[in-house]
């Protein structure tokens, strides 16, 4: 994991999210948060908030709070040509290469 990587952050906290592990996921976010206020990012972090919702409720205005920040600001993705290959997330460079789907 590049420790500079926000969208590495933010992804890795999904996980402990799920499971329950709020401090986990919420050192995670706010690790994403320094590194990087991107609209996307910021709809990301929104969704782990919605996650820990379930077990924290103030987590649940927190996400909303987010998610809205990150719609005024535009939180559509730009196209993956325009970023720089060290600054997308390993799932984008994944997606974004074209996959030969062999059969035997």
């Known amino acids: 994991m590049h ?15 799920r499971a329950g592990r709020r401090d986990a996921a919420v050192q995670d976010v706010a690790v994403a948060l320094k590194l ?8 990301q972090v929104a969704c782990v908030y919605a996650l820990t919702s379930k077990t924290v409720a103030e987590d649940k205005q927190e996400a909303m709070s987010l998610l809205a920040n990150s ?15 060290g600054t997308m997330s390993r799932a984008t460079r994944v997606f974004d290469t074209p996959q030969r789907i062999t059969t035997t």
């Open 36 to 43: 990087s206020n991107e609209p996307l990012l910021v709809y």
């Open 3 to 17: 420790p500079l990587d926000a969208y590495l952050w933010s992804g890795r906290a999904v996980l402990p999210a």
């Open 71 to 85: 719609f005024r600001a535009n939180a559509a993705p730009e196209p993956a040509t325009t970023r720089s290959p």
